[in-house]
């Protein structure tokens, strides 16, 4: 019974049991079904839950590649680090309501809500509160000379979090900006990137290694820079070594090209309409 008391806790909250799973335990109640039920739940609404959303969710989406990422300051000087931490923290209470209210795993891919703070609904171009997307700040390295609408300063606190509706563009994880962010290259999407992360992380099924003396997708783009990426994309998978893997991954990730590198909607990209279509092998 203490085993299982320690097992609860560390598992779902990273720490050493309380006093109320020690009594259980103690008692030799913490096995009976119901009891270990309602501790479960009891434990999920805790502060201490934040633990398992941090490290098991985290780990499992790859949250802690996003510490890591460098978008182009030239291309998006709206970045910053408060803006990473809102992409992380976005999908961090996305992960926490399904959790604590039970939902399936089908929410995870298709849930019709998430969480947004001032400067999140900005990137996404939503309201917050009332207030238009226009209506907030916009800060970063060259992106204005001064800051915009100094006197909500203190209305749009960067912890001030709200549940929302999404968008109808906008369902489950696949379309936060934090995902769609840390599959990306610096200056441009990475359909790749995006293909190859949801074979492994949703279809768990990773793609093998590029076989040895192909040549990368870098170098076909090098060799063809006047073309889409789709065209550049359909260039390397006419090397036959090339199309067993990509042939899997460019539909998955071409169909998230409405969103740009750091997971803003776009219609169009470098002046063409963007082509979101594909057909699954």
Not at 166 to 174: A, D, E, H
Not at 228 to 241: D, G, K
Request: aromatic letters at 8%; a negative charge.
């Amino acid at each position: 019974h203490h085993a299982l008391a320690s097992r609860l806790s560390y598992f779902l909250w990273s720490s050493i049991p309380d006093q109320e799973l020690l009594d259980l335990a103690q008692r030799g109640e913490l096995a009976n079904p119901e009891v270990l039920e309602s501790q479960v739940r009891r434990m999920l609404t805790d502060w201490r839950s934040e633990a398992l959303v941090r490290h098991f969710f985290g780990q499992y989406l790859g949250l802690g590649i996003l510490r890591d990422v460098s978008p182009d300051p030239e291309q998006f000087p709206q970045w910053n680090d408060r803006l990473r931490a809102a992409m992380q923290r976005e999908t961090e209470l996305f992960c926490r309501a399904i959790m604590q209210d039970d939902l399936s795993i089908d929410a995870l891919m298709r849930g019709d809500f998430t969480f947004i703070n001032p400067r999140l609904a900005e990137h996404y171009s939503m309201d917050f509160e009332g207030m238009s997307p226009a209506d907030l700040f916009e800060q970063g390295p060259g992106f204005y000379a001064g800051r915009r609408r100094e006197r909500n300063k203190d209305y749009l606190h960067e912890e001030r979090w709200i549940r929302v509706d999404s968008p109808q563009n906008r369902r489950g994880v696949l379309t936060h900006a934090s995902i769609l962010t840390l599959t990306s290259n610096p200056t441009a999407t990475s359909p790749v990137k995006r293909g190859k992360w949801i074979m492994e992380t949703i279809l768990c099924d990773p793609p093998p290694a590029a076989p040895p003396n192909v040549p990368s997708f870098e170098e076909t783009q090098s060799e063809h820079k006047d073309i889409t990426l789709r065209e550049q994309l359909a260039i390397h998978r006419a090397n036959p070594s090339c199309a067993s893997c990509h042939d899997v991954m460019d539909p998955l990730g071409l169909g998230f090209e409405n969103f740009d590198a750091i997971g803003r909607w776009r219609d169009t990209d470098s002046g063409l309409p963007v082509d979101a279509s594909g057909q699954l092998i």
